[in-house]
C-alpha cells in the first residue's frame, strides 16, 4: 500500500529524463549529463548520493534524514549522472508537505555537484526538475536555506525568483547567518497563512492517516 | 531488573515495509538531523582517535606555575569562545581539569565544595599550584559558565542560537554558593602574592583571578536599581570600571600568553567519547580565537548599561533600549539587558511598574491632560483600564525585542506590529465612545473643521507606524532585499514615513492648541512644552529619513531608467509576484491601506525628473538632510548623557549614506550595458546602503 503510494509519481526511474552535453573543466571531450528521478531500490545510487552531499555540505546528515527525505518524496528527488560512467554527479533532495495547514511548501533540503562538474548549468538543471515536479504537485511555494557567504548558491535561486525571507543568525554549525529563501509560485503564497482556508488534500490526509495507523498498530502491539 | 527485547525488536522490525517511513508524532526533521548513528564518522562520536597524551593525561602531576597560567588563561578565553556560538564540550568542557572535577563533584556524595576534585587518589607531593590555584581558577569558570548558562535557560536570549547551555548532563556547580568559590579564589590570591611575588607569571594569574572573583558578583549588578529623576544611584560605578582595567590590562599580556608551551592533552575531545552527548562530532575550537576582546567588550557593555543612572524622563529609557538595539553586543550582554531593564517584579529598572511607566510614556509623549487619563468617570477608568493592561502586554514584548539578536529583532517586530494594529483599533472606538457616549471632547481644528484629537488612538498608531517602518528598513540592514528591489521597499517604506509625518504633525498640532488653551497655567505649559519638544525631535528623525529615502528613490529610477537595474526575467515568478510577496507582512494592516501593485507600476510610470531637475532636487534633499541631522544631534546630545556619543555615530551615518549615495549614484551619460551596481555597506547607515556604479 505504501510502496505504491510513493511510487505512484515516478515516471521511468531508470531512463534518464533528460539528457544534456558540455565540455567538463578537466577533459576539453563533450560529457553527456543524464538527468533522472530516483528510484528508492537502487541501494548503490542512495549511497552514492549520500557520499556526494556528505562530501560537500558542511552540515553531516544521519541516515534517518535521508530516509525521511528518500522514502516519503522519491519523486522530488533528482540525480544527475556521467552518461558515459553512470557515475551519480548530482543531486537535490526535496519535500512537499502543507505550511501551518494552509499552504502546499515545497523545501529543498540538499543539493550537491562534484566539483569537476560544477559550472555547467547542473544544480540549476536539478532544481529546475525539483520545482516543476512540485509545480506539478500542487505546491504553493518553495523554500530553502543556504548560507549567506555562498554567493554562487544565492545568485542560482535568485535567477529563478526566490526571495530572501529571513536572515537566520547563526544558524549552522560552521557559526555562518543563514538566509531563508522562498519562492512564490500561487496567490496562497502571498497571503498570510491566518487569511487562508485550510488545505483540503485527500492525499496528504490519507498519506497522514496511513503512517498514523501503521504507528499505532505498532505501539499497540508493543509490550515494552 | 533487564529484558532481552532482542527477538520482540526483531519480531516487530519484520512488520516495517522496507521503503515505509514510521513517523512519531514525538520525533520532527530537526530531531532526525541531530540523531546519531553509529559507524557514520560524522556523527557516532565512539569513532573519535584519542591521541596518547590524551588517553594518559593526569590532572595529579605537579604543574609549575606557568604551566597553571596557561591552563588559566586558555581555559577563561574557552569561556568567550563558548559564548561565540560554541558549545561547552568542544571549549569549556574540553579541559581536563574541568571535566575531571565535574565529574567528581556531579558523583560525589554532597555534591559540594569537597567533592570538587581532579583526582580522588591521594596525592604523593605537596601540589598547592593545582591543587588550590588551579582548582580555584576552575571553580570560578564554572561558576561563571553556570551563570551564562542560567541566563540562557531564563529565555531572554535564544538557547542554542545565542548561548548553547547543554552540558552534557553535568551540573555547572549550581549547588555551590558563590560565596564558598569566592573564599577559594581569594585564598589562591593571597598564596600567589606570597609565594610568588616576583614572578611574572603572577601578576597576570591574579589578574585572571581577581576577574573571575568579580563575575561572582555579576547578578548583583542585575538586581541594582535605577530611580528616576535626581536620586544618586546606590552603587559605585567604579567597580565595573576596576574590572574594566583589569581586562584590558590582560589582553595587553596576549602576546606573551600565546607563547606560553601548550600542555599537550589538557583539551581533548574525550568527553564527547565519554559523557551523554546528543550532538555530532564536533571538532575543539581553539582558545585562541578568543583574544580577550570579547570579554572587554561585555565589561564595556556592562558599564555603558549603568548610564541609565541619568534618567530624568521616560524617553530617556526609550532612548536607551533603541541604542542598544541599534548596536551589536556581547551575547551576554544581550542576555543581561532585559533582566536589567525589566525586573521579575514587574518594574522597570526596579522603579515603576511598565504599567505605569507606559502610561507617563504616553502622557510625556502626546497625551498630557487627555481626557482617557484625567477623567473621575468610573466607567471609564475601568475601560481605560483594561485597554492599557492590553497595551501594556504588547509593550512588553515591544520592549523584549530590543536585545535580540539583529536577525530576530525584525522577527519579533513583524509578531508586535499585528498587535498594535489591533490596538489601534481598540484605541480609536474607546475614544470614539468617550467622545459621543460621555462627551469628553478632545479636538483639533483639521483643515478647517473641528475633528476628534484621539491622543490614545494617535500614540498607538505612531507607534504601530515606527515597528512597520523599522522592520522595512531592518530588512535593508539585513540584506533581505535584491537590488532590483529597492526601488519598491523604499517607495512602500516612504508612504509609511509620510503617514507618520502626517500623524506626528496632527500630534504638534493638537499640543500647540492645547498650549494655547493653558497659556495661564506654568505648571502645563512646561509639561506641554517638553512634549512638543520629543515631538519635533521625531518630526526631524522622520523628516530626515524622508529625504534620504527620497534621496535613494531619486538615484534608483535614474538607475532603472538607464537600465543599469533591471528586473530580471524568472522562469517560476514574475515581479508582482515578488512585490505581493514583500508586501505580505503588512497585508492585513487596515491603517494606513497598503500599496497594491498596480499603484508601484503607476509610479513607475510616472514622469521622471531630468538630470537638470534630478540634480537640482538632490541639492534640496541634501539640505533637509543636513539641517534634521543638525537638529536631532544637538537634542540628542542634551540626552542626560546616555549613550550620547553613540547616538551621535548612528545619526552619523546617516549623513555618510547620503554622501555615499550622491557621490557614487547615477552620472549623466551611463547606461546598463557599460555599468552595474555594487553594494557598498562599510562606512553607511545599514537603512541606507549606497549602489556604487561600476564599469562592468
Known amino acids: 500500500m505504501g510502496q505504491r503510494n510513493h511510487l505512484h509519481h515516478i515516471k521511468s526511474a531508470s531512463q534518464p529524463l533528460i539528457q544534456e552535453s558540455f565540455p567538463l573543466n578537466e577533459h576539453p571531450a563533450m560529457v553527456q549529463i543524464s538527468y533522472s528521478q530516483l528510484d528508492i531500490h537502487n541501494e548503490s545510487d542512495i549511497k552514492a548520493l549520500q557520499t556526494l552531499i556528505s ?72 532544481v529546475r526538475l525539483s520545482i516543476e515536479e512540485m509545480i506539478k504537485s500542487g505546491a504553493d511555494e518553495v523554500m530553502l536555506e543556504t548560507e549567506v557567504v555562498n554567493a554562487a548558491a544565492i545568485r542560482l535561486y535568485e535567477n529563478m525568483g526566490f526571495l530572501r525571507s529571513k536572515r537566520l543568525f547563526r544558524y549552522y554549525m560552521n557559526q555562518h547567518d543563514a538566509f531563508r529563501l522562498i519562492l512564490p509560485l500561487t496567490e496562497r503564497s502571498v497571503v498570510r497563512s491566518t487569511f487562508l482556508e485550510p488545505l483540503k488534500d485527500p492525499a496528504d490526509a490519507g498519506k497522514l492517516k496511513d503512517d498514523m495507523d501503521l504507528l499505532t498498530a505498532n505501539l499497540s502491539t508493543s509490550s515494552f | 531488573m533487564s529484558t532481552d527485547i532482542t527477538q520482540l525488536l526483531f519480531a516487530k522490525a519484520a512488520k516495517i515495509p522496507i521503503d515505509k517511513v514510521i ?94 576534585l581532579f583526582y580522588t587518589s591521594e596525592s604523593p607531593t605537596e601540589n598547592a599550584l593545582v591543587d588550590k590555584v588551579l582548582r580555584s581558577v576552575v571553580l570560578g569558570t564554572l561558576a561563571f559558565c553556570n551563570l551564562c548558562a542560567g541566563l540562557a535557560h531564563n529565555g531572554t536570549v535564544y538557547e542554542e542560537e545565542d548561548i548553547n547551555p547543554t552540558a552534557m548532563n553535568l551540573d555547572l556547580l549550581s549547588l555551590i554558593d558563590g560565596a564558598e568559590i569566592a573564599r577559594e579564589i581569594e585564598w589562591s590570591i593571597e598564596y600567589l602574592k606570597e609565594n610568588y611575588e616576583y614572578h611574572e607569571d603572577c601578576d597576570i594569574l591574579v589578574q585572571i583571578l581577581t576577574i573571575l572573583l568579580n563575575f561572582l558578583d555579576l547578578t548583583y549588578f542585575f538586581g541594582i536599581k535605577v530611580a528616576n529623576g535626581d536620586k544618586p544611584l546606590a552603587f559605585d560605578i567604579e567597580i565595573l570600571k576596576g574590572l574594566l582595567k583589569v581586562c584590558e590590562s590582560l589582553r595587553g599580556q596576549l602576546d606573551y600568553l600565546n607563547k606560553l608551551p601548550e600542555i599537550k592533552g589538557c583539551y581533548s575531545m574525550g568527553i564527547q567519547k565519554r559523557l551523554d552527548n546528543r550532538a555530532p562530532i ?17 565589561v564595556k557593555d556592562m558599564i555603558s548599561m549603568f548610564e541609565i543612572q541619568h534618567r530624568t524622563e521616560p524617553s530617556d529609557v526609550i532612548n536607551y533600549v533603541t541604542n542598544f538595539s541599534n548596536y551589536p553586543h556581547h551575547v551576554l550582554s544581550r542576555a543581561i539587558f532585559p533582566i536589567f531593564l525589566l525586573r521579575d517584579d514587574g518594574s522597570i529598572l526596579g522603579s515603576e511598574n511598565v504599567k505605569e511607566f507606559l502610561v507617563s510614556e504616553m502622557v510625556g509623549f502626546n497625551c498630557y491632560g487627555s481626557g482617557a487619563f484625567t477623567s473621575e468617570n468610573i466607567i471609564i477608568k475601568k475601560k481605560m483600564d483594561e485597554f492599557i493592561n492590553g497595551l501594556t502586554m504588547n509593550y512588553l514584548e515591544y520592549l523584549q525585542s530590543f536585545n535580540q539578536n539583529s536577525c530576530r529583532q525584525r522577527q519579533h517586530l513583524l509578531k508586535i506590529v499585528l498587535s498594535f494594529d489591533s490596538l489601534q483599533v481598540s484605541a480609536e472606538s474607546l475614544e470614539m465612545e468617550m467622545e459621543q457616549t460621555f462627551l469628553i471632547k478632545d479636538n483639533i481644528n483639521q483643515n478647517g473643521h473641528t475633528v ?52 506626528l504633525q496632527r500630534i504638534q498640532k493638537h499640543i500647540l492648541t492645547k498650549l494655547q488653551a493653558m497659556k495661564n497655567h506654568p505648571q502645563h505649559v512646561t509639561k506641554l512644552r517638553q512634549s512638543l519638544g520629543r515631538v519635533i525631535n521625531e518630526l526631524a528623525y522622520y523628516r530626515m529619513l524622508n529625504s534620504l529615502t527620497v534621496l535613494q528613490i531619486l538615484n534608483l529610477r535614474q538607475l532603472k531608467s538607464m537600465k543599469i537595474i533591471t528586473v530580471p526575467e524568472f522562469p517560476f515568478s514574475n515581479e508582482e509576484k515578488s512585490f505581493k510577496f514583500r508586501q505580505k507582512s503588512f497585508k492585513s494592516i487596515g491603517v494606513p491601506p497598503q500599496p497594491t501593485f498596480s499603484d508601484f507600476q503607476q509610479f513607475q510610470g510616472s514622469k521622471e525628473p531630468s538630470f537638470e531637475e534630478f540634480k537640482s532636487q538632490v541639492n534640496e534633499l541634501k539640505k533637509s538632510i543636513n539641517e534634521n541631522i543638525t537638529t536631532l544631534l544637538s537634542s540628542r546630545s542634551c540626552n542626560n548623557g546616555i549613550n550620547d556619543k553613540q547616538c551621535q555615530d548612528w545619526t552619523n551615518l546617516f549623513k555618510r549614506s547620503m554622501v555615499g549615495i550622491c557621490l557614487n549614484g547615477a552620472k549623466e551619460g551611463y547606461n546598463g550595458q557599460e555599468y552595474k551596481v555594487e553594494v557598498m555597506r562599510e562606512g553607511f547607515h545599514g537603512f541606507f546602503p549606497v549602489l556604487k556604479c561600476v564599469k562592468k
Open chain 2, 282 to 298: 564536533k571538532a575543539l575550537v581553539s582558545y585562541k580565537q578568543e583574544d580577550y576582546t570579547s570579554l572587554v567588550t561585555f
Open chain 1, 55 to 126: 562530501v560537500d555540505l558542511s552540515e553531516p546528515y544521519s541516515i534517518y534524514v535521508y530516509k525521511f527525505f528518500l522514502n516519503q518524496w522519491p519523486n522530488l528527488c533528482y540525480i544527475a549522472r556521467d552518461a558515459e560512467t553512470s557515475q551519480v554527479i548530482g543531486t537535490i533532495v526535496s519535500k512537499l508537505e502543507p505550511h501551518k495547514g494552509t499552504r502546499s511548501r515545497g523545501y529543498i533540503g540538499m543539493l550537491a555537484v562534484k566539483t569537476a562538474y560544477r559550472g555547467q548549468g547542473i544544480a540549476k538543471k536539478l
Open chain 2, 23 to 116: 513517523k512519531s508524532p514525538h520525533f520532527n526533521l530537526f530531531e532526525g538531523t541531530n540523531a546519531l548513528e553509529i559507524g557514520n564518522a560524522k556523527l557516532d562520536t565512539g569513532s573519535i582517535t584519542l591521541t596518547g597524551e590524551e588517553l594518559h593525561f593526569d590532572c595529579s602531576q605537579v604543574r609549575s606555575l606557568s604551566e597553571v597560567l596557561w591552563i588559566s588563561d586558555s581555559l577563561l578565553r574557552s569561556v568567550f569562545t563558548w559564548l561565540d556560538n560554541a558549545s561547552l564540550s568542544v571549549t569549556v568542557l574540553s579541559n581536563r581539569y574541568a571535566e575531571e572535577l565535574l565529574m567528581n563533584y556531579n558523583t560525589g556524595k554532597d555534591k559540594n565544595l569537597n567533592s570538587c
Open chain 2, 452 to 503: 476628534p484629537a484621539l491622543p490614545l488612538t494617535c500614540w498607538v498608531y505612531y507607534k504601530k507606524l515606527s515597528i512597520m517602518i523599522n522592520i522595512i528598513f531592518k530588512g535593508f540592514h539585513l540584506q533581505l532585499y535584491n537590488t532590483w528591489e529597492y526601488l519598491s521597499m523604499y517607495w512602500t517604506v516612504l508612504n509609511l514615513i509620510t503617514n507618520q509625518l502626517e500623524i
